[in-house]
């Protein structure tokens, strides 16, 4: 499985930006996988951010960007968003996404990874 993150870029506090994390790869099927995004700030560990299932019915976000970020997927396109709005300061961090076919919040649950693409929010 491959994952290919994008999207990242320079933007002012409040702004909005939207992530892009293409999956490909012969063994994966969308409908085995939970898509999950994390972050990591530089002298951070690497954090949960949101996670939704296969059908997009369930969907789990951290505290810090609860009402802010919405994660998403297409299926058809083997592809999953992270739209973020109202973006603060501190949500500057190496976005990464993330495929595991168990759910979960811990970074060393998920077996496969993008690259990571990188958000900076200017004050």
């Known amino acids: 499985v491959q994952l290919q993150a994008s999207g990242g870029g320079l933007v002012q506090a409040g702004g909005s930006l939207r992530l892009s994390c293409a999956a490909s790869?012969?063994?994966?099927?969308?409908?085995?996988?939970?898509l999950g995004w994390f972050r990591q700030a530089p002298g951070k560990e690497r954090e949960f951010v949101a996670v939704?299932?296969?059908?997009?019915?369930?969907?789990s976000y951290a505290d810090s960007v609860k009402g802010r970020f919405t994660i998403s997927r297409d299926n058809a396109k083997n592809t999953v968003y992270l739209q973020m709005n109202s973006l603060k300061p501190e949500d500057t961090a190496v976005y990464y996404c993330?495929?595991?076919?168990?759910?979960?919040?811990?970074?060393?649950?998920?077996?496969?990874w993008g690259q990571g693409t990188l958000v900076t929010v200017s004050s």
């Open positions: 790869g012969r063994t994966f099927s969308s409908y085995s996988y939970f």
């Open positions: 993330a495929a595991d076919k168990s759910s979960g919040v811990v970074p060393g649950m998920y077996d496969y």
């Open positions: 939704i299932n296969w059908s997009g019915a369930r969907t």
